[in-house]
């Protein structure tokens, strides 16, 4: 070879270098490099068909097993519809029902089945079912939700309860049923229970007074953990008032009695 061959050569060779970003002597590096890629173009087709055939068969897979969970739900649905509407006639919400609905989803997969699940209540008879959260008031939504948990107790696993106003609109024994399934539940899970009848407090394992005072910066609310004695007085100013008889003592110290 010429010397202007040479030269023309070695001038491909730095042009290569570069396209590459490599050294000259890294160019048949470089040149297995590509060729491999090439490789593997080619044989992406058949990769797509195996990936295509992998879906296929975990598609399958995935209906068949929504299908079976279709079926569960739609039996557990009518059993708690059921028992949490026999719950709610004894924590004094006659006449009201509660319906789970399986609502169908649009087509495709769907990491919790084929189905939402929607709460829809009565809370009169003759009326319609609508959705829980635009019928039902505070106190409603406790019972509801105590009712759905003492169903569920086996089941549920939030080690947290927590119930606001579920008293609201009871009194005598339904409130004493309240108080009788709140322990229930307390036999499973830790009840945090705001209430202002003597009949659920008194089947409180602890109880926690709270009160608010203004103080010349503004309101103060302060929590106290009560002792037996304190509870007792305070069990019995919930039944007579701020003055504390000794009959709303006795009648304090015989609900509390009875509560354990």
Known sequence: QTTTELEARLSELHDLA????????????????????????????????????????LSQQYQKQAKRLSKIRA?????????VTEAMQVLGMPGSEVKVNLARKA???HYNGDEGVDFL??????????????VASGGEL??????????????????????????VGISGAVAEVVGQKLK????????????HLAQVASFGHQHLRVSKAQQDEGAQTTVEQLSNHERV???????????????????????????V
């Open 18 to 57: 570069r396209k590459h970003n490599c050294q000259i002597t890294e160019l048949i590096i470089a040149k297995d490099k590509v060729v491999a890629e090439v490789e593997s173009i080619d044989g992406a087709g058949a990769s797509i068909d195996a990936l295509q055939q992998q879906q296929n068969q």
């Open 107 to 109: 087509e495709g997969v």
């Open 142 to 167: 406790s019972r509801i939700s105590l009712a759905i948990s003492v169903v569920s107790s086996d089941s549920e696993y939030t080690p947290t309860l927590i119930f606001d106003e579920v008293d």
């Open 75 to 83: 039996e557990k649905a009518i059993h708690l519809s059921n028992a």
């Open 184 to 195: 229930q539940l307390s036999e499973h899970y830790q009840i945090i229970c705001i209430t």
């Open 233 to 259: 007085d305070e069990v019995a100013r919930i039944l007579g008032g701020a003055t504390i008889t000794d009959k709303a003592r006795k009648a304090a110290e015989e609900m509390i009695k009875q509560s």
């Open 121 to 134: 209540v009565k809370t009169n008879v003759g009326s319609d079912f609508k959705a829980l959260k635009k």
